[in-house]
């Protein structure tokens, strides 16, 4: 080892070094500002080094700086212990403890006539930075020296907190001001004087939009709640207008029961969705819970103290629909009511309408309700005038719309006007919850066993469940009361006899031979919904390394 020869950190490489040290200079560089007097006084040079060993700034005396530079104790030198054998800032950076190096206690011999002291620096959540270090001749060896670097590591540690709790408070504020914008309920901040200080999007559709700056005289289902400081004294106010709860409680998204990822995914999807006005299309097999969905996103909704109308699309005979849907003026047609009706449309203004089963719609149907959803009027039957809506719209269907399409029986130009969001449920057979769900619906009933045996858990895992939740809240309940208050056993569970295929031999059903990547992919994705997407327990499911899986899983694009 040759120190002395060792190379300096020049040009490029050493500007890069600096640039990303930049913060930590700065504050570095106030720090011996303060002490540069005492620094050159006491004949010493006081360094910053970052955490793979370079000086990245110096100050100090003249003179001692020149006779430092001949052993390359300078800016772009580096004195990690590998390069440099035993010395302070090695030590300190290695071992990240507070350490003095004196005289010929370093390992180059030519670092004999220096006394050094370094303390390592660390960033507020524990990551080693550098170090600071005071060097200066062995006869002019302080005792003072090492809790002096000490000392200044402490005061650059306290800068960078303070730096990083600005920083925090700063993002925490445009967390609370993005959660304040796309809260569904309306939402005030007011100041000492009740005036407003802030308002979400909600709010201002209430108060209107040059609320800002006026003061809040309260208007009804608002209650205000102070904030105080650590002191007791008045911060700030929040007002929020209060949900009516309805005598017919909405289904909520707490409702919605289960664990499976892809599940919880469509979950979020949804709250996103409730959060806008979009149109949003709910798809899935028959007793998926689409109208379960539909409910808990108009809870969460701007629109939630509002109505929400429920049509089922295939229940009106197709000679009703403008009437059943737009309603009708009095003495509209044949035994129409005297005093004429409102539609479902009329009834749903300002809130929620729910336009379930839109696959069985028939094609005149649908063409007067694009109308509807193009204009945003209505035309009661037996009127000549038009009624404004505001309505948000969610269609359901357990069909196929892009074949429907192909096939003819459904418009294109409808499909689009109601795909704003769409949410595919997934069927109870592809859920990895099934057992947790059935628990849920046990409990629900007030079951007073609610527990299943592993027999009975398998026997639930088997079935197909063409019927989805739907059929399985029908099977537990036939089977709570078969089972008399006692455990739930296999044979409790009554399946329909031409539905006994389980969801194995429903796949083995197939008698095509699928390619090799075809079969690692739906063996993964099986792996992965028995697991929950436990990537550790899906890789010893397949008896590979959690590594290959999820090279896999990339290589395959395989999502929830």
């Known amino acids: 080892m040759d120190p002395v020869d060792d190379q300096l950190v020049t040009g490029k490489q050493i500007h890069e070094i600096l640039k990303e040290n930049e913060a930590l200079i700065k504050h570095t560089s106030h720090i011996f500002g303060k002490m540069e007097h005492f620094i050159k006084q006491s004949r010493q040079v006081a360094l910053l080094i970052d955490a793979q060993g370079n ?102 540690q306290n800068q960078l907190l303070i730096e990083e709790s600005r920083k925090e408070h700063l993002i925490t504020l445009k967390e609370l001001e993005y959660s304040m914008k796309n809260n569904p309920l309306p939402l005030l901040s007011l100041d000492h004087e009740n005036r407003i200080i802030r308002a979400n999007q909600a709010a201002l559709r ?54 499976c990822p892809s599940l919880i995914q469509k979950k979020e999807l949804a709250y996103k969705a409730a959060l806008t006005d979009f149109p949003v299309l709910l798809l899935g097999e028959s007793g998926t819970g689409k109208e379960l969905f539909a409910q808990s996103i108009h809870s969460a909704s701007l629109r939630s103290n509002q109505p929400f109308i429920a049509v089922n699309c295939s229940a009106i005979p197709d000679s009703l629909v403008e009437s059943e849907l737009f309603g009708y ?24 309408i729910l336009l379930d089963e839109i696959g069985d719609m028939s094609l005149r149907a649908q063409a007067a309700l694009l109308r509807v959803l193009q204009e945003r009027t209505i035309t009661p039957v037996g009127s000549a005038k038009s009624k404004p809506i505001d309505i948000r719209i969610i269609a359901a269907t357990h069909k196929n719309l892009q074949n429907e399409i192909k096939e003819g029986r459904f418009r294109a130009d409808l499909y689009y006007r109601l795909k704003g969001i769409q949410i595919t449920l997934p069927s109870l057979r592809e859920r990895s919850d099934i057992v947790e769900l059935a628990i849920h619906l046990l409990r629900s009933h007030n079951d007073p066993n609610p527990h299943l045996s592993k027999e009975t ?104």
Request: proline share 3%.
């Open 457 to 560: 858990a398998n026997k639930l895992l088997q079935y197909a469940w063409p019927g989805n939740i739907r059929e399985l809240n029908s099977v537990l309940i036939q089977a709570a009361f078969l089972a008399e208050g006692s455990p739930i056993r296999p044979e409790h569970l009554q399946f329909e006899t031409d539905c006994q295929t389980g969801r194995r031999e429903a796949q083995a059903a197939d008698d095509s031979v699928p390619s090799l990547k075809e079969a690692e992919i739906e063996a993964i994705k099986r792996a992965l919904q028995a697991t929950g997407w436990n990537l550790s327990k899906a890789a010893a499911l397949l008896e590979i390394g959690r590594t290959t899986l999820y090279r896999k899983i990339e290589e395959y694009d395989i999502t929830i």
């Open 329 to 352: 003026e009095r003495g509209a047609f044949t035994g129409a009511n005297r005093e004429g009706n409102a539609g479902k449309f009329e009834a749903a203004h300002k809130g929620t």
């Open 55 to 156: 000086i990245i700034y110096s100050v100090g005396d003249p003179e001692f700086s020149k006779r430092a530079a001949a052993v390359q104790l300078q800016v772009g030198a580096n004195w990690a212990e590998n390069r440099k054998g035993t010395n302070a800032i090695g030590v300190a950076i290695n071992e990240r403890i507070p350490v003095r190096v004196h005289a010929e206690e370093h390992y180059c011999q030519l670092n004999h006539f220096l006394t050094c002291a370094s303390s390592p620096v660390f960033s507020p959540t524990g990551e080693l930075l550098g170090a600071i270090n005071f060097s200066s001749k062995q006869e002019n060896y302080n005792a003072l020296s090492l809790s002096l670097s000490t000392m200044a590591a402490d005061s650059l």
């Open 206 to 259: 209430i108060l209107g939009k040059d609320a800002i700056g006026h003061e809040f005289s309260g208007i009804e289902g608002f209650f205000i709640e102070e904030i105080h400081d650590h002191q007791q004294k008045v911060w700030r106010s929040i007002a929020i207008q209060k949900k009516v709860i309805s005598v017919n409680r909405m289904y909520t998204f707490s409702d919605i029961a289960g664990s």
